[in-house]
């Protein structure tokens, strides 16, 4: 199995491989080529901030980071499971770009990619809940899940959210 950096044209295959792993997760949106190309065009990133697994020529599982410390769950397709042996390593070249911090922003209910960054020394550090709605309509803490609380975030929170982005765990 290799591991390489981004090539142009590797978007396609990066779609199907998100499509393909994510589709059994709860709210799955699908991905595409050109929503991925327009995602990483708009940031400029260092093309060797992805890594992709490639197998008997076939790019077979991906891993990302970016220059503000996100980092991606390594992805790859079923039966491919060496690809995700392989990937998680890739997330942790944020060290090695002299970036000081990863963090990772997923759904709550997607355990599988939770769990999986837990197993790699991510810890949770911030849950966000995001709502469409008036602000009068609003779950109450009577019927919040035990131990949750809903708060302002503040104008320290607010431009800490707006440097990092939503963290749900960090490394």
Known sequence: MQIRAFQPGDEPA???????ATTALPGFKPA?????????SAASP???????????GEV???AAFSP????????????????????PESPRRHEQA?????WAAYRADWSPVLDLLRG??????????NYVAEVAKLPTGAVLPPGQVIESLGADG???????????VSR
């Open 14 to 20: 990066q779609a199907w491989i998100y499509n393909t």
């Open 32 to 40: 595409t080529a050109e929503e991925i190309a327009r995602r990483y």
């Open 46 to 56: 260092d093309p060797g901030s992805r890594y992709y697994a490639v197998a008997d």
């Open 60 to 62: 077979v599982g991906y």
């Open 68 to 87: 503000n410390g996100r980092v991606s769950a390594p992805w790859c397709l079923p039966g491919r499971r060496r690809a995700r042996a392989a990937a």
């Open 98 to 102: 002299g970036i000081p911090e990863a």
């Open 120 to 129: 790699h020394g991510f810890v949770d550090k911030r849950q966000m809940i």
């Open 158 to 168: 607010i431009c800490e959210l707006m440097e990092a982005g939503t963290r749900s």
